[in-house]
Structure formats: structure tokens, C-alpha cells
């Protein structure tokens, strides 16, 4: 089933999506698929529009540039979701609909300037580190009150949730930790009224089981769009 090609992988990402939502008592509407379109080039993007996909998430700001210009005018909401340095801040502020990879400050003041001279403003989550591995970018958990608290002062910014990526592992009972982590500090986020609808925490790897913890949205790159090279 699903076949090797673009549509026949879309699908079965879709059924497996579909299929985690009801094994978790959860309506399948309750999680969006974001395709992660990184290292594919337009003609392939220009594949999924047709197959319908919208939003693509990208994780380098000079590949998402280039993209957003060879596919200009389709209607694409560009979504970035790797590290942001502020210095590229300006292209993100001109060109994405959303950045899930809000983790400091100096950054959160540089969208909010360039968002000012764009008069855009731009849909957010905070990426925190839920997961040990020094690779792994985000907010340390401790400091994710505060840090909302000072994104008050960036209206720029609409904060809509938070992102993370699970510790890369097969045991499962770590990496669900790491989704149940991000569910309960959103929890608590809420408590202390701040309006964090969204959760964007699955990969191709481990999706199921960020559905299973409450992701409203998963990150599928290599499910859908095959091996990067
Ligand atoms: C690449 C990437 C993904 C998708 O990874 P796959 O394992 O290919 O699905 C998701 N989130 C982030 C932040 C990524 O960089």
C-alpha cells in the first residue's frame, strides 16, 4: 500500500495520521500535516500543490528565499522551522507566514523591527528543548514562563503555541516524554493565561506517538517527500 511515489505516500502519511487520531479517542481534524519540504527542489513542491499540500516547512532561510521565488505567486505559506540566525531575520519577516523556531529574545526584537518595516505580523511558537541531546535547539523548559511573559512586548508576534523535537531514540517512553513534557508546560502556560492553542511536535519518525501525547500538527519531511539526500 502507498506505492513509491509523492501521492502514494501523502496518502498513507494521511491514513496513518487518520489511524492515530482514532487509536488516541482524537477527531482526525484535531492534527494538521505540515509537509517539511527542505532539500526538495520547487518542481516537487510544484507536484504537492497539486496534490493540494499549502504550507511547506523549510529549515534554511537561503533555501526557503530561493523556493519563495521559483514558486512566487502560488499561493504558498512558507513556514520556517530550523534555527533562525537575527541576521536573516528581514527575509523571514518579508516571506513567512509562520516561524516555529522562536527560542530568545535578541531574536523575538529582530521579526519585531523587521515585521515594523514590513507591516506584517507573523505567527509564532516557542521551540523548547524537551530532549538532553546538545544538538537540539529551543528554550530550556524553566525559562518558558518568563519568556512569554517578555513576548508581550513584540505584537508583532502572535504567539499561537509551542514546538519541539523529541530525543532521537527507540525507546519509546523517552521520546513520548519528551511530547508529554511539551503538552504539560503548554498546560501550565495556559493556566497562567497566556492562549497556546497549538502543539507542533512529531516527525516522520515518531508522529504516532506525538498524536497519542496531543500534537495538533506534525512535521512529516521524509515520509512524504522520501529519503533527503
Ligand atoms: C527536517 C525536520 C522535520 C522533518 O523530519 P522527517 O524526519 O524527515 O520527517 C521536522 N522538524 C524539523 C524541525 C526538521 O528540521
Known amino acids: 500500500m502507498g506505492g513509491d511515489t509523492l501521492a502514494g505516500r501523502w496518502e498513507a502519511v494521511r491514513a ?15 492534527v494538521r500535516i505540515l509537509p517539511v519540504s527542505k532539500t526538495h527542489p520547487p518542481e516537487v513542491l510544484a507536484q504537492a500543490l497539486a496534490m493540494g499540500m499549502r504550507r511547506f516547512g523549510e529549515n534554511r532561510v537561503q533555501e526557503l528565499r ?10 504558498i505559506d512558507w ?7 537575527t541576521n536573516k531575520a528581514k527575509y523571514v519577516a518579508r516571506l513567512a507566514a509562520e516561524v516555529q ?5 535578541d531574536l523575538a526584537q529582530a521579526l519585531q523591527d523587521r515585521l515594523d518595516k514590513e507591516d506584517r505580523t507573523l505567527d509564532v511558537l516557542v521551540q523548547v528543548k524537551t530532549s538532553p ?16 511573559e517578555r513576548l508581550h512586548d513584540y505584537p508583532r508576534l502572535k504567539v499561537r503555541g509551542l514546538m519541539t523535537m523529541a530525543v532521537q531514540s527507540d525507546d519509546e517512553t523517552a521520546v ?20 497556546l492553542p497549538r502543539l507542533s511536535m512529531g516527525m516522520s519518525g515518531d508522529y504516532p506517538l506525538a498524536i ?3 500534537s495538533t500538527e506534525v512535521r512529516i519531511g521524509t515520509a512524504i517527500f522520501g529519503v533527503r539526500s
Not at 101 to 105: K, N, Y
Not at 176 to 195: I, K, N, S, T, V
Open 16 to 30: 496513518r495520521v487518520a489511524a492515530a487520531c482514532r487509536a488516541a479517542g482524537r477527531d482526525a481534524s484535531e
Open 66 to 75: 530561493d523556493k519563495a521565488a521559483a514558486l512566487e505567486g502560488r499561493g
Open 79 to 85: 513556514v520556517l522551522i530550523g534555527h533562525l540566525q
Open 101 to 105: 523556531s522562536l527560542d530568545r529574545l
Open 133 to 148: 541531546e546538545p544538538s537540539k535547539h529551543g528554550l530550556p523548559p524553566v525559562e518558558l514562563p518568563g519568556f512569554l
Open 176 to 195: 513520548r516524554a519528551c511530547f508529554r513534557m511539551l503538552r504539560d508546560l503548554r498546560d501550565c502556560a495556559q493556566g497562567g493565561g497566556h492562549e
Open 212 to 214: 497519542a501525547e496531543g
